[in-house]
C-alpha cells in the first residue's frame, strides 16, 4: 500500500523556525515533492528531493532519508503570510508519474 | 512563469448531470494529470496522461470518468453523471521534466 503521514496542525510564532515532518511507505520511490496549498488555491511547488540529504532554498530547506522513509520541510524566519497547509507527496517511480499526496500540515504563524 | 489554467473557475450542476471540466497545460509538457481534493481531505490522483492515452488510473477514475485531449492545447474531465460525493476541487496538473505544476482548479457542486 501506500501511506504517508505527516502531522494534522501546527502553530510557530512569526520570526521562528519550524520544521515538518513526513514519513512515507510505498510501492516504489522516485522522489519526495513538498507543495505549500493556501485555502481554496491550487498547491505550488516548494522543493524535491530524490537523494539523501539536506536542499536549501531561501528560507525553506528540505530533507530526505530515503532509508527511513522520512523527510522534512524547514522553514526558516517565519513571516504571517507562511501561514497555509504544507503537503508532502511521493512519486513511486511508475511511468505515469503520478503524485500521492499526505494530508497535508497546517500550519498557522501567530504574531 | 507559465502556467496552467483552468475553467470554470466553479460549476454547479445536478446530480446525474454531465460535466466537462476544461484545462490548458502547458504549452511544451508532455505529461498531464487530473487530481480532485474534497473539502478538508488530502489531494487525491485521478488519472495521468501522456502520448495521448492514459497511463495510469486510480480506483477512484471508474467508468463515469473520461479524459480527453481534443486539440493540441486543451485537456478535459468529463464526468457523465454526477454524484453528491463527486462534489470537490478538481486540479489539473502538467510536467515535462520532473516538477508537477497545478492549474488554479475547478470547484464542483453538485447539487
Known amino acids: 500500500g501506500q501511506n504517508i503521514d505527516q502531522p494534522t496542525e501546527m502553530t510557530a510564532t512569526e520570526g521562528a523556525i519550524v520544521q515538518i515532518n513526513c514519513t512515507y511507505q510505498t510501492s516504489g520511490f522516485n522522489g519526495l515533492f513538498w507543495y505549500q496549498q493556501h485555502a481554496g488555491e491550487a498547491p505550488t511547488f516548494l522543493s524535491y528531493?530524490?537523494?539523501?540529504g539536506l536542499e536549501e532554498k531561501g528560507r525553506f530547506s528540505s530533507f530526505l532519508s530515503r532509508s527511513k522513509g522520512y523527510s522534512y520541510l524547514l522553514l526558516k524566519e517565519l513571516q504571517m503570510k507562511d501561514s497555509a497547509s504544507y503537503l508532502c507527496?511521493?512519486?513511486?517511480?511508475?511511468?505515469?508519474?503520478?503524485?500521492?499526496f499526505g494530508q497535508g500540515t497546517e500550519l498557522s504563524v501567530k504574531p | 512563469e507559465p502556467e496552467v489554467t483552468q475553467t470554470p473557475s466553479h460549476q454547479v450542476t445536478q446530480m446525474g448531470q454531465e460535466v466537462i471540466l476544461r484545462c490548458v497545460p502547458i504549452?511544451?509538457?508532455?505529461?498531464f494529470y487530473w487530481y480532485r481534493q474534497i473539502l478538508g481531505q488530502k489531494v487525491e490522483f485521478l488519472v495521468s496522461?501522456?502520448?495521448?492515452?492514459?497511463?495510469?488510473k486510480s480506483e477512484i477514475f471508474d467508468d463515469q470518468f473520461s479524459v480527453e485531449r481534443p486539440d493540441g492545447s486543451n485537456f478535459t474531465l468529463k464526468i457523465r453523471s454526477t454524484k453528491l460525493e463527486d462534489s470537490a476541487m478538481y486540479f489539473c496538473a502538467s510536467r515535462r521534466g520532473t516538477r508537477q505544476y497545478f492549474g488554479p482548479g475547478t470547484r464542483l457542486t453538485v447539487l
Open positions: 496522461f501522456y502520448n495521448n492515452e492514459i497511463s495510469e
Open positions: 504549452s511544451n509538457h508532455l505529461y
Open positions: 507527496a511521493v512519486t513511486p517511480g511508475d511511468q505515469g508519474g503520478k503524485l500521492i
Open positions: 528531493n530524490v537523494l539523501d
